[in-house]
């Protein structure tokens, strides 16, 4: 089962953690000009703020990872 947790729950560290290993993943595309890991890392957290992205539980892996808002899904698990 797949749960979104609400970004602002997670301590600041462990939040940062998680943005930069979803920035420095293999096959991360950001267009012809590479940007610093800081920049990547701004990006993403305003992606969250702006609710464009989510923060995913999968409770049968025990992973989490960012991942872009699925378009129409609303409340928690992006309706799954």
């Known amino acids: 089962m797949i749960v979104e947790v609400p970004h602002r729950r997670l301590a600041a560290e462990t939040l940062q953690k998680l943005i930069e290993e979803f920035v420095t993943r293999d096959g991360t595309d950001y267009g012809e000009q590479e940007a610093s890991l800081e ?3 701004e990006d993403v ?3 969250l703020e702006r609710g464009e992205a989510v923060v995913l539980f ?3 892996s025990g992973s989490t ?3 872009p808002k699925a378009r129409g899904a609303t409340g928690a698990g992006g309706g799954e």
């Open 39 to 41: 920049r990547k890392v």
């Open 65 to 67: 990872h960012v991942s």
């Open 58 to 60: 999968d409770s049968e």
């Open 45 to 47: 957290r305003r992606q």
